[in-house]
């Protein structure tokens, strides 16, 4: 079974500075896919970033990057330029193929103006 | 992308009485769907794994006689908590992912804020 730790319950950032969100899991499969999702206040869960693991170099989606480590199954990601709209809950969860997400404890960040 | 639409969003039932919700992929057929359960300020878990024309998969300690699942078609599943108690006061999550696309992300619906008095 998987296991995820978020070892981050809250984290806070000044707008326009770097943060930096942990994520170490744990899996016996070598073939597998990892995401980081957001969830405002709505509640939405919005797909933030995905990585597969065959995969060396770290994925990138605008403001949004990640550090992968598969030899030390760590999956940080990295937001740049941190803006209000990106506060929420933030939550890393690795995916066998097409079957289930199994979540983090998830992170609350905070955007300071 | 994808969409997922999940109702009702919240629901008030009395204790006892049983509420169903329903989860469909608009655009796309998902053979699989999944449940999962959020308490306030705590992460999603994963309840049961709702698999088209078979039974639902359910996760260890979730009573498959309380939260049935039906998914009798590939744009639909449904959650039904029979006998609802206050302690089932809780938000329920669904999601979808197209299986055929291994490794593509899994799609939300709104989520279904349970009250039961």
């Known amino acids: 079974a998987q296991t995820v730790t978020q070892s981050q319950p809250e984290m806070s950032v000044q707008e326009a500075e770097t943060v930096t969100l942990s994520c170490t899991y744990d899996t016996s499969e070598s073939d597998y896919y990892l995401f980081w999702y957001k969830q405002p206040p709505s509640r939405q869960m919005i797909l933030v970033i995905r990585?597969?693991?065959?995969?060396?170099q770290n994925a990138t989606e605008n403001r949004f990057s990640v550090n992968f480590q598969k030899a030390a199954k760590s999956f940080s990601l990295k937001i740049s330029d941190s803006q209000l709209v990106d506060a929420a809950m933030y939550f890393c969860?690795?995916?066998?193929?097409?079957?289930?997400?199994?979540f983090g404890q998830g992170t609350r960040l905070t955007i300071n103006p | 992308g994808a969409v997922v639409s999940q109702h009702p969003s919240w629901v008030i039932c009395k204790s006892g009485t049983s509420v169903k919700i329903e989860c469909r992929s608009l655009d796309f057929q998902a053979t699989t769907m999944f449940w999962y359960r959020q308490f306030p300020k705590q992460s999603l878990m994963l309840m049961a794994t709702s698999n088209e024309g078979s039974k639902a998969t359910y996760e260890q300690g979730v009573e498959k006689d309380k939260f049935l699942i039906n998914h009798a078609s590939l744009t639909l599943s449904t959650l039904t908590v029979t006998s609802a108690h206050p302690e089932d006061s809780s938000f329920y999550i669904c999601?979808?992912?197209?299986?055929?696309?291994?490794?593509?992300?899994?799609?939300f619906g709104q989520g279904t804020r349970l009250t039961v008095v």
């Open positions: 990585q597969e693991a065959y995969k060396q």
């Open positions: 999601s979808a992912r197209d299986v055929v696309k291994a490794g593509t992300e899994a799609f």
């Open positions: 969860a690795p995916s066998e193929g097409a079957q289930k997400l199994v």
